[in-house]
């Protein structure tokens, strides 16, 4: 499937590259998924390293973090958390509240127009979220463990509870994630997800013996669909971070080889009000 049949489009400032949902934007919300192209982190050559303190310098995380958000037309504030594969979701209220990156949560929320709502992932599964009629956005870290605890639909009670969002008014997109072609996974996961989902058998492609393949991005998509999220506000980017290591970090495929890898970032954020 071609990027742009899927709603994605490429987006490119002094060498710097990001994909980004282009339904979402028309809705209204600047939106992107980094890869690892134009930065200056020492991860192979350039890299676009977006996090990760302990496997990089900070000056090269933040410098790489000034390129990624050159490529919005707007200045935005850009709102971060301590990742911790867990199901809370954190609202950002304001300008001030939008830098905290010691609290511990795999979600962010927000109306606040400026504010870029960010995860970080380098395998798992990153979920935006837009309601054009409320203006509430929302940005997700779901791994495996996140997905099988429903952090997605979390985050999309939470837009309600929030900010009065109906489901059906949202805009979602799937990022890049390590896919079915690729991810392997043993019987903690299948069994986890074999108590929680009556269609878990539609998820995995057995490989060997007490393994298979799973389909986070369609396990995903079907608990926004199980949300009331229409299927055609679903946007699904169809790229692997496992196979295209030339434009994404992948933690499978490289923190065995070289030590350590990088993180991407997937972000959205309201758009209108941006600070000048």
């Known amino acids: 499937m071609k990027l742009e049949h899927a709603g994605f489009r490429w987006r490119e400032k002094n060498g710097v590259r990001a994909l980004s949902c282009a339904p979402l934007e028309r809705d209204g919300f ?3 998924f980094s890869t690892r192209l134009g930065g200056v982190s020492p991860m192979r050559h350039d ?3 977006l996090a990760g303190f302990d496997d990089d310098a ?3 995380i933040h410098e790489n973090r000034r390129r990624f958000l050159r490529v919005f037309d707007e200045q935005w504030t850009l709102a971060v958390c301590w990742q911790v594969h867990g199901v809370d979701v954190r609202v950002v209220r304001d300008m001030n509240d939008a830098r905290a990156d010691e609290e511990r949560c795999d979600g962010l929320i927000s109306n606040t127009p400026g504010v ?4 970080k992932s380098a395998d798992c599964v990153p979920v935006i979220l837009g309601d054009r009629r409320t203006g509430a956005c929302t940005s997700v870290h779901a791994g495996w463990r996140g997905t099988v605890a429903g952090i997605v639909p979390r985050a999309i009670e939470r837009m309600r509870a929030e900010f ?4 059906s008014d949202v805009r979602a997109a799937i990022g890049p994630a390590a896919l079915a072609c690729c991810y392997e996974v043993g019987a903690e996961v299948t069994d986890a997800f074999h108590r929680s989902f009556n269609y878990a ?3 995995f492609t057995p490989t060997r013996d007490g393994h298979a ?3 986070l991005h369609e396990a995903n998509r079907r608990q926004l669909i199980e949300a009331a999220v229409e299927a055609a506000k679903i946007h699904t980017l169809p790229l692997c971070t496992m196979c295209r290591t030339d434009l994404f970090f992948s933690y499978r495929r ?10 991407l970032l997937s972000v959205i954020g309201r758009m209108g009000a941006a600070r000048e």
């Open 30 to 32: 600047a939106n992107a």
């Open 47 to 49: 890299a676009l390293n």
């Open 58 to 60: 900070a000056e090269n």
């Open 116 to 119: 870029l709502l960010g995860v």
């Open 164 to 167: 009065g969002s109906d489901p």
């Open 201 to 203: 058998d539609e998820l």
């Open 213 to 215: 393949r799973i389909d």
């Open 254 to 263: 490289e923190k065995s080889v070289y030590g350590r890898t990088g993180r």
